[in-house]
């Protein structure tokens, strides 16, 4: 009879230990500087398994994006769609201005600009993120605060969308005001039907 896998064993230890080496390189070098080499040193796992199990940099990116997906996302509950969405928006904003996760997010999206698997990883990320938040909008239209029809995980990436245009684009700070404005566009779209 063989023993019980111990639910977070070795394997979980080593996933979590390769994850954050590959966050850790992400912040420090960049996706251009990402190497399986420098995360197996980082990590203290052997190049070898990390070749094996992850295969590439992009495997390292698709995989750290695909853990961050079980990662808590707080969703507000101002008791208001304004209150709410204008959280959301900002939530965005302060993540990229954390100095510690801000890098890593970054990072993040320029390698989905440089590299088609970790854009698939990312674009899994973002549809889970957007689906978790659309609870706000579909609590808007129990409450009689939206119309009837409104896509909920629209309003959220229509909301989001003024951010990463100025982080990503115009390379432009983002203020609170920006976020607010972003967010009460979007519910004005929303509330016409346009979304």
Same mark, same amino acid.
């Given at each position: 009879?063989q023993?019980?896998?111990?639910?977070?064993g070795?394997s !979980?230890?080593?996933r979590?230990?390769?994850?954050q080496?590959?966050?850790?390189e992400l912040v +420090?070098? #960049?996706?251009a500087?990402?190497?399986?080499? &420098?995360?197996?040193?980082?990590? #203290?796992?052997?190049?070898?398994?990390?070749?094996?199990?992850?295969?590439?940099?992009?495997?390292?990116?698709a995989?750290? /994006?695909?853990?961050a997906v079980?990662? $808590?996302?707080?969703?507000?509950?101002?008791g208001?769609? +304004?209150?709410?969405?204008?959280?959301? *928006?900002r939530?965005?904003r302060?993540g990229?201005a954390?100095?510690e996760?801000?890098p890593?997010?970054s !990072?993040?999206?320029?390698?989905?600009?440089? &590299?088609?698997?970790?854009a698939?990883a990312? &674009? =899994?990320f973002?549809?889970a993120r957007?689906?978790?938040?659309a609870?706000?909008i579909?609590?808007? *239209?129990e409450r009689?605060? /939206? $119309? +009837? #029809?409104?896509?909920?995980? +629209?309003?959220?990436?229509v909301?989001?969308?003024?951010?990463?245009?100025r982080l990503?684009v115009?390379?432009?700070? *983002?203020?609170?005001r920006?976020a607010?404005?972003?967010?009460d =566009?979007?519910? =004005?779209?929303?509330?016409?039907?346009?979304?």
């Open positions: 009879m023993p019980d896998r111990r639910p977070g070795r !979980a230890r080593v979590e230990a390769v994850r080496a590959t966050l850790a +420090e070098r #960049g996706y500087g990402l190497t399986v080499e &420098n995360v197996a040193i980082r990590s #203290g796992v052997h190049k070898t398994t990390v070749y094996r199990r992850w295969g590439s940099a992009e495997g390292l990116i995989d750290a /994006l695909d853990y079980g990662d $808590p996302w707080p969703i507000p509950d101002t208001t769609v +304004e209150g709410d969405l204008r959280e959301i *928006v939530l965005v302060s990229f954390d100095p996760a801000g890593v997010s !990072a993040f999206v320029a390698a989905a600009m440089q &590299n088609p698997a970790a698939g990312l &674009n =899994a973002y549809a957007h689906e978790q938040s609870v706000v579909r609590k808007a *239209v009689g605060e /939206l $119309p +009837e #029809g409104v896509d909920a995980e +629209e309003v959220i990436r909301a989001v969308a003024p951010v990463y245009y990503f115009t390379h432009e700070p *983002v203020t609170d920006d607010d404005r972003a967010a =566009a979007a519910l =004005a779209a929303a509330r016409q039907g346009v979304i």
